[in-house]
């Protein structure tokens, strides 16, 4: 069964960073692009980042460019959501999403439970 | 960046009936690039449809998509009582890819 884990949401200030992490299991991670979407509380669904299969390609929302690194580790089926110079509006449950194929163009076809980052002081 | 603009906001209705949401983009949607998400609250979403009329794997045949370049549409024909939630589009043709706000489904 496909699986996707978050981990690493937490509690931080304004300006503090945090890394998320993202486990695969279930199918061919090397195979998919991945991406990055989050919600803010109550709000809707807006995409963060996204990187191809083989990690040569990435891309980042205006939101984020320059603050957000998204990287992975297809040895470890592990994704993952460097996050720099964090702020308050960046507080959201952050999902880890799998593509329909390692580039675009590709809809997002499984999706983690999800990991709450909180940025307040 | 292609704006998506969901209509209804909510939509009340009764088990049964049928429910229309509809999905317009700022500008053409290549390659018909829509699809659609269905969240519950506490819940992440699910794929409902792709390719703006392709159902997803295990998606009941009550769900259907349809439309072409900026005009989109999710149909229920006969509303279940746990399709009431959250309905997302999404085009993923253009750069960067962008959701619509959402249609509420609520139990009339």
């Known amino acids: 069964e496909m699986q996707l884990l978050e981990s690493g949401g937490d509690l931080v200030q304004p300006g503090e960073s945090l890394r998320l992490s993202c486990a695969a299991s279930g199918f061919t991670f090397s195979g998919y692009a991945m991406s990055w979407v989050r919600q803010a509380p109550g709000k809707g669904l807006e995409w963060v980042s996204a990187m191809t299969d083989n990690g040569r390609s990435t891309y980042y929302a205006d939101s984020v460019k320059g603050r957000f690194t998204i990287s992975r580790d297809n040895s470890k089926n592990t994704l993952y959501l460097q996050m720099n110079s964090l702020r308050a509006e960046d507080t959201a449950t952050y999902y880890c999403v799998k593509g329909s194929s390692g580039s675009r163009p590709y809809y997002f076809d499984n999706w983690g439970q999800g990991t709450l980052v909180t940025v307040s002081s | 960046e292609s704006v998506l603009t969901q209509s209804p906001g909510t939509l009340s209705l009764s088990p049964g009936e049928r429910a229309t949401l509809t999905c317009r983009a700022s500008q053409s949607v290549s390659g018909s690039y829509i ?68 249609t509420k489904v609520e139990i009339k």
């Open chain 2, 35 to 102: 699809a659609w998400y269905q969240q519950q609250p506490g819940q992440a979403p699910r794929l409902l449809i792709y390719g703006a009329s392709s159902r997803a794997t295990g998606i009941p045949d009550r769900f259907s998509g349809s439309g072409s370049g900026t005009d989109f549409t999710l149909t229920i024909s006969r509303l279940e009582p746990e399709d009431f939630a959250v309905y997302y589009c999404h085009q993923y043709g253009g750069s960067p890819r962008t959701f619509g706000q959402g």
